[in-house]
């Protein structure tokens, strides 16, 4: 008897690629081998090579997507796409096809709705240092804003439930798509499962789609809006003691000052000390009022999320489909 647990429901394995000619046809036929009976999709996000034409000839049904950027193919999938389970990959080559199953099946039997793939380089990996020293400093940084602990947020290979890819907003346009896949897990304490999984170099000829530095920034910059939207108090609370504490120094000087004139030479420095003290407390305020604001739409997103049914095992045990659930 099998120990896939996958084989009677409904799998779509999603891979955005943007000129990735050198590799996708070996993922999309290692996907086909791992999980027979899935179907393939490769969105092709205006790639200028034949990746659209060798996905298609592995067996994958492909789709061209205009809007340029991860974020935006994903939004895409999510939208298209109906199935039980998802699993999302990227076409370069670096995941393990072969790791596929184990990501489902752990979605199954630990009735999850997220699965990712935390990576574990191997002892061969050559791609830049820079990325490695992001991933750190974001993971740590993560864990600290949204009290949470992954272990590898911007890991591309993960399976979901459908209730998680139809309940999720999806507004990032980049690579900032697994940091707010991420995010949206954290606030709705969404059950979610991390599993080890090798993570190799790309093969010769084919080069990352990432910059360091500018993807860095714009990953720091979703961090900042993400935080300004889900925890709006820690946000402006934030704020406002910067501006505090700049009023307080600025007063300090002016208390000196009082003291040993009789009098405020410095109005402007007295004014200014004013003006941030009154913004201090003004963005305390927009920070309690904009906490009630986000904590309403979580209610409403978790009531989304729960519109949609979880995976269902019983159900398909007492139909005798699963082979297997030891």
Not at 28 to 45: I, M, T
Request: overall charge neutral.
């Amino acid at each position: 008897m099998s120990n896939d647990l996958s084989i009677n429901f409904d799998i779509a394995i999603l891979i955005p690629c943007y000129n990735e000619a050198i590799t996708i046809s070996e993922v999309v036929r290692g996907f086909k081998e791992s999980l027979p009976s899935a179907q393939v999709y490769v969105y092709d996000n205006n790639s200028s090579d034949s990746t659209a034409l060798r996905a298609m000839l592995s067996g994958a049904k492909v789709v061209r997507e205009s809007h340029q950027g991860k974020g935006n193919v994903v939004r895409r999938m999510f939208s298209d796409i109906d199935a039980d389970i998802y699993l999302i990959a990227d076409g370069d080559g670096t995941y393990s096809t072969a790791d596929a199953p184990q990501l489902v099946n752990n979605l199954i039997t630990e009735r999850a709705d997220m699965v990712v793939g935390v990576r574990r380089y191997k002892k061969n990996y050559i791609d830049r240092k820079g990325h490695l020293l992001g991933n750190l400093f974001f993971n740590k940084l993560y864990r600290i804003m949204f009290r949470d602990e992954f272990t590898d947020i911007f890991s591309g290979y993960r399976a979901f439930s459908r209730r998680f890819v139809k309940s999720f907003p999806a507004i990032s346009s980049g690579f900032e798509i697994e940091t707010e896949m991420s995010v949206y897990s954290s606030l709705l304490k969404i059950p979610v499962v991390e599993i080890e999984l090798d993570y190799g170099s790309r093969p010769e000829g084919s080069s990352s789609k990432l910059s360091t530095f500018t993807d860095g920034i714009k990953i720091l910059s979703m961090f900042i809006l993400l935080l300004k939207e889900t925890r709006p108090f820690m946000f402006f609370g934030l704020i406002s003691i910067v501006l505090m504490l700049i009023s307080l120094c600025l007063m300090n000087d002016v208390l000196i000052d009082y003291n040993y004139k009789g009098f405020v030479s410095h109005n402007l420095t007295f004014w200014v000390s004013l003006i941030a003290a009154v913004s201090a407390y003004t963005t305390l305020m927009m920070g309690l009022v904009l906490h009630s604001i986000a904590r309403l739409r979580l209610e409403q997103l978790r009531m989304q999320y729960m519109t949609f049914s979880a995976i269902n095992v019983s159900q398909k045990i007492r139909k005798g489909l699963l082979v297997n659930v030891a």
